[in-house]
Nanobody
């Protein structure tokens, strides 16, 4: 069984910073893309940032220059450094990973989601 566990959400004032982290654990063979999505009340879930196992990154236009995604392949973790936060960044943030894991003697590739962590930007 594979799990994604997130940490680091909270309440921050506009202009402040937060760092989200997500760790994958379980019978993992390999992880390809990892990323962060967010969902604000009444809105669809949207991609915030993604990173390949080779380090190539992709960002939503709304966070470019403010957010930085990184990963540690040895520790199966992905992080999101969020700077210059704005009220419109308020949302539940979800970790996402494309994981190949062991199932018996075989491997299976599955898309996993974390449980979500609340980020609130407010004065």
């Amino acid at each position: 069984q594979v799990q994604l566990v997130e940490s680091g959400g909270g309440l921050v004032q506009p202009g402040g910073s937060l760092r989200l982290s997500c760790r994958a654990s379980g019978s993992i063979f390999s992880i390809s893309a990892m990323g962060w999505y967010r969902q604000a009340p009444g809105k669809q879930r949207e991609l915030v940032a993604a990173i390949t196992n080779g380090g190539n990154t992709n960002y939503a236009d709304s966070v470019k220059g403010r957010f930085t995604i990184s990963r540690d392949n040895a520790k199966n973790t992905v992080s999101l450094q969020m700077n210059s936060l704005k009220p419109e960044d308020t949302a539940v943030y979800y970790c996402n990973a494309d994981i190949t894991h062991w199932m018996g003697a075989s491997t299976v590739r599955t898309h996993y989601w974390g449980q979500g962590t609340q980020v609130t930007v407010s004065s």
